[in-house]
Nanobody, 123 residues
Framework: QVQLVESGGGSVQAGGSLRLSCVASGNRDSNFCMAWIRQVPGKDHEAVAMIGSDGRPSSAPSVEGRFAISYDNAKNTLYLQMNNLKPEDTGMYYC?????????????????WGQGTQVTVSS
């Protein structure tokens, strides 16, 4: 079992920044894919950034150049730095582990999910 606890969500105006954090605990495989997946009401969940089993970070085209994912091994913490936020970034953001995400980020699934943290961007 893997436990994931997110923090750092909030409300900001368009153009602002937020940093999400996710502390991972439990029997996490060091080769686990980890990802941030967001859920917008009325839409399928969308993967926005991931660190693959090879340790390489990547981002969805919709957030490329604005969002950056990273992992601190010493703190067992996954981060998502979000800059130049837009109203369409509004949603519930979930930290996930054991993820499976297509190369175009169109499909996403994960074995473990955190409870989610809300991000609201106003125009």
């Amino acid at each position: 079992q893997v436990q994931l606890v997110e923090s750092g969500g909030g409300s900001v105006q368009a153009g602002g920044s937020l940093r999400l954090s996710c502390v991972a605990s439990g029997n996490r495989d060091s080769n686990f894919c980890m990802a941030w997946i967001r859920q917008v009401p009325g839409k399928d969940h969308e993967a926005v950034a991931m660190i693959g089993s090879d340790g390489r970070p990547s981002s969805a085209p919709s957030v490329e150049g604005r969002f950056a994912i990273s992992y601190d091994n010493a703190k067992n913490t996954l981060y998502l730095q979000m800059n130049n936020l837009k109203p369409e970034d509004t949603g519930m953001y979930y930290c996930t582990a054991g993820c499976l995400i297509s190369k175009d980020f169109a499909l996403a699934a994960a074995d473990y999910w955190g409870q989610g943290t809300q991000v609201t961007v106003s125009s």
